[in-house]
Nanobody
Framework: QEELVESGGGLVQPGGSLRLSCAGS????????IGWFRQAPGKEREGVGC????????HYADRVKGRFTISRDSAKNTVYLQMTALKSEDTATYHC????????????????WGPGTQVTVSL
């Protein structure tokens, strides 16, 4: 069974850091572009960033550029989202998604995504 599962969310103070993990099973994450998106209650889903399939080029939304970093660990079949300098507006449920390609910072033709992990940035 092919599956993506996110982990690593939690409660963090403004200015703090978290590292989210996106673990794959039943397929190799290296064969796909992997994107991250988030959704807060009452708000539309928004893209966060994407890592390309072939050369691991990364792309980020302007709102997170310079603060968030996406990376792969092929041996662990996992993609990470390192988040620093967190702000209250980063509070959301974060999802990773399997995609054909990255179109800018957005994953394109997503066909698999995880249930998400909650990130809350608050004092």
């Amino acid at each position: 069974q092919e599956e993506l599962v996110e982990s690593g969310g939690g409660l963090v103070q403004p200015g703090g850091s978290l590292r989210l993990s996106c673990a794959g099973s039943g397929f190799f994450l290296d064969d796909y572009a992997i994107g991250w998106f988030r959704q807060a209650p009452g708000k539309e889903r928004e893209g966060v960033g994407c890592i390309s399939r072939n050369d691991d080029t990364t792309h980020y939304a302007d709102r997170v550029k310079g603060r968030f970093t996406i990376s792969r660990d092929s041996a662990k079949n996992t993609v990470y989202l390192q988040m620093t300098a967190l702000k209250s507006e980063d509070t959301a449920t974060y999802h990773c998604a399997r995609a054909a390609i990255c179109v800018g910072y957005r994953p394109h033709e997503m066909d698999q995504w995880g249930p998400g992990t909650q990130v809350t940035v608050s004092l």
